[in-house]
């Protein structure tokens, strides 16, 4: 019988699907090793766990070997094949497995009946040793290296939850050690009214406030009871219950609506739930006469204790999921039936937040979030703005000691948050809050400006749900796919065979129409939590984007490979982001032949011919434009970046947000060399940094020449309003003007004028 497709055993929904009806690991791991034999069409599927201090695999599931060896079986690092696939990190195909050097015949569990073997090493962050997953069968030469690359891709989805269900159990162990007493917490901004932030994500909103990154031990509180309610062991259980109702079905609506980033994103919530030392510790308490609520709260209280104090930093990022978790209970057990715990009515306060939390309190329906660390121009507030979540940067600490359950206004269109406001302040925001229906903005699939002239409208994509407004909206393309978000929020390297479907589904989403993949821009403020990145002083000045991806060929190949995959018989632009150099440049491209080679070699369909360019955001780029652009098929200018390294303006440092200034002489001069370089050379150029958002710069980007932008697809209406009322001749005047400016002083005035 035929193996089922690569695509088909790379469904992480399975194993998604698989972890919710488990009850313990070890269940877990039995039923996946049922579920890949069935799809490998293979007798044997196994996996062996590794233990670090031990340095021993042993077996932990099998289907097709002895039921008795599971825990039986143990291999040191280095013995058998097993062992040296564990040692080497590297996957071992054997036709005949007794022909490998390392084959060691284990008696008694009937391995003899099986000649093939393939061992994969099931690993994290690329190097850490969490197993080996084993398929055998008795028909020489059975697996191939589809099969290879199928079985990694199910190793790596593997990887994150025995992590997980780890970490958990070295919590148990730390569980020993001695609590401390809470830390006094003080009352903060009394008689303050409103604070000034900035916007992040836009929209007003309100809610009641809710605090998840308070400072201090006793960080979940219980909010006083009205009735004052005794809650008992069985009110317990049905709110222990619903909220594993809950979690899975939320996890299950994530995979179906942000597959391409929420895969397992709420896997460790239900882990932590399931775990006996958790809710059992929980329904101890409550046998010994404390109230349902007090027990979920110092259990989970000790758990945040424990977590935070851990040298392990995984284990540290997971203390806001213990809290969301202890907060949903809470929430389960104090209303129960009346909502489905999340986070609606809610305005959540935080220090800081991880794209992963981001995404994980967007699913539960908050209302807004207000981040004390931050700016406008980071990736939460990106991530924020495309889940449709308003959200603003305050610089006041003191917020995260605010009373949880008071009222709260977010103005994130003008950047404010109001405390406990008025009715006076609550009746002037009531149509804001509480918009009527608005038809939809009327698009037309072209832009024209007043004059005739046509711009071409593209969209940044950042999550796959985006591609829904960039439909509605009539985006003429993609011009920016921001590849990072894939990869910032999960828990492991996705594989090649999960970012190419990732990349079909960009394609699929507007047909026909030319897709710009941006390969891997991380480093800078934007770190991957699963891989050791070097601690640099000055991160956005060190291994980011394009010199991350030259640095590990390996991730960088994969990616590139995915992405000529997808765009097969598609109009394909791949852009290399923090290109410094010509060298550099040429350094992606000769990396991008090379997939080419191999995957002709292979057979494998792919697009032979994509148009590729650097994105131009280093001042660097701007000196050498015209050789680069003498290499390109195409320029693509981040402004985002561009200012930011021009005017040495930390982009996601809100205390020198002033000094960043897109209309700053040294940002037009340099972008209107760009452009003019790009039209002297006949290259293609668009602008896809947040500059083309701005009405008066967009003048001025068209006066230079522009004809092509890419901007958030929400915005496609309002940017074709203005343009199709704007003349060329007009727009060329405008930029004139400013060009001849040399003080930001003379450029301000000359703006405000023309507003007035
Ligand atoms: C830019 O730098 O302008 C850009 C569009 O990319 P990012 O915001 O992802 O750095
Ligand atoms: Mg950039």
């Known amino acids: 019988m035929a193996k089922d497709n690569v695509d088909l055993i790379c469904d992480i929904s ?38 670090e201090e031990e340095e021993t695999l042993t077996l932990a599931a099998t289907q097709g070997l002895k039921p008795e060896a599971v825990g039986n079986v143990s291999l040191k690092l280095g013995e058998g094949i097993v062992g040296a696939a564990m040692r080497d990190l590297k996957p071992i195909c054997e036709g005949h497995g007794s022909n490998n050097p390392h084959f060691k015949r284990i008696d008694g569990i009937f391995e003899e009946h099986y000649e093939a073997f393939l061992a994969v090493p099931i690993m994290l962050r690329g190097a850490m040793r969490v197993g080996v997953l084993v398929t055998q069968d008795p028909q020489p030469n059975y697996f191939h290296q589809n099969d290879v690359k199928a079985l990694r891709a199910i190793a790596s989805q593997l990887a994150v939850v025995i992590e997980n269900a780890k970490l958990l ?32 994500s836009s929209g007003v909103v309100q809610g009641t406030a809710v605090v998840i990154d308070g400072h201090g031990y006793d960080v979940l509180t219980v909010a006083a009871d009205e009735d004052e309610t005794s809650y008992t062991l069985e009110d317990f259980t049905l709110a222990l219950q619903e909220s594993e109702e809950q979690l899975t079905a939320l996890q299950k609506h994530m995979e179906e609506r942000l597959g391409d980033v929420a895969s397992l994103i709420f896997n460790a919530h239900l882990l932590i739930l399931k775990d006996m030392g958790f809710s059992g510790a929980m329904k101890k308490l409550i046998d010994q006469g404390i ?45 129960h039936g009346e909502d489905h715990g999340d986070y609606e009515g809610q305005i959540l306060i935080a220090k800081e937040l991880l794209p992963s939390d981001v ?60 405390l406990d406001p008025s009715e006076k302040v609550l ?62 929020v999960r828990d492991e390297f996705p594989s090649e065979e999960a970012q190419r479907l990732i990349y079909e589904k960009i394609f699929a989403g507007l047909p026909g129409r030319e897709v710009t993949l941006r390969t891997l821009d991380v480093g800078g403020d934007k770190k991957l939590p699963y891989h050791q990145h070097l601690e640099e002083a000055n991160p956005f000045l060190g291994l980011r984007a394009i010199r991350f991806s030259l640095k590990n060929p390996g991730i960088f190949k994969q990616q590139l490979r995915a992405m000529l995959r997808a765009g097969h018989n598609k109009g394909l632009r791949i852009m290399f982001p923090f290109i410094s150099s010509v060298d550099d440049f040429l350094a992606a491209r000769d990396m991008l032949e090379e997939c080419k080679r191999e995957l002709e070699l292979e057979g494998v369909p792919y697009n032979p011919n994509p148009d590729i360019g650097p994105m131009v955001e280093l001042p660097a ?11 390109s098929d195409f320029l ?69 020449g522009v004809r092509k932008i890419s901007i958030d697809a929400q915005h496609i209406p309002r940017i074709q309003k203005f343009i199709s009322g704007l003349h060329t001749e007009e727009a060329r005047r405008h930029a004139r003007k400013l060009l001849r400016y040399g003080t930001l002083r003379e450029v301000n005035r000359f703006l405000a004028e023309e507003e007035a």
Do not use: W
Not at 320 to 327: I, S
């Open 14 to 51: 399975e194993l998604a699907g698989l972890f919710e009806r488990s009850h313990s690991l070890s269940d877990f791991l039995q039923s996946a090793v049922s579920i890949v034999a069935y799809h490998m069409r293979a007798a044997v599927c196994s996996i062996y766990l590794y233990d």
């Open 169 to 200: 159990m070295s919590l148990h162990e730390a569980r020993q050690q001695k609590t401390e007493p809470p830390a006094e917490v003080t009352p903060a901004l009394a008689g303050v009214s409103f604070l000034k932030g900035t916007t992040a």
């Open 291 to 335: 109230p349902a609520d007090r027990a979920i709260s110092s259990v989970v209280n000790d758990y945040i204790n424990l977590f935070s104090k851990s040298s392990n930093p995984r284990l540290r990022e997971k203390v806001l999921d213990v809290k969301d978790l202890g907060h949903r209970l809470l929430r389960n057990l104090q209303r």
């Open 359 to 418: 995404l994980k309190f967007a699913a539960q329906k908050v209302e807004g979030i207000i981040i004390v660390q931050g700016s406008v121009t980071s990736h939460i507030s990106i991530l924020a703005r495309s889940l449709r979540v308003p959200m603003v940067f305050v610089e006041k600490p003191d917020i995260l000691e605010i009373p949880e359950g008071t009222l709260i206004l977010i103005d994130a269109n003008q950047g404010t948050v109001f």
């Open 427 to 488: 009746a002037q925001y009531e149509a804001l809050i509480k918009p009527e229906e608005v038809p939809p903005e009327v698009v037309q699939p072209e832009t024209f400006t007043r004059d005739g002239t046509k711009i071409t409208l593209h969209c940044n994509v950042n999550l796959l749900s985006d591609m829904e407004y960039a439909r509605q909206n009539l985006a003429e393309g993609v011009g920016l796919y921001r590849s990072e978000f894939p990869f910032i």
């Open 621 to 631: 780029a701007v000196e050498i434009i015209d050789e680069l652009a003498r290499e």
């Open 636 to 704: 693509s200018i981040g402004t985002n970046d561009l200012i930011q390294y021009l005017l040495a303006v930390d982009r996601t440092n809100e205390s020198v947000s002033s000094l960043y200034v897109c209309h700053h002489p040294a940002v037009l001069r340099s972008v209107y060399r760009i452009v003019n370089s790009a039209i002297n050379n006949d290259v293609d150029v668009c602008v896809c940094g947040d500059m083309a958002l701005n009405t008066e710069m967009l003048k001025f980007l068209i006066g230079i």
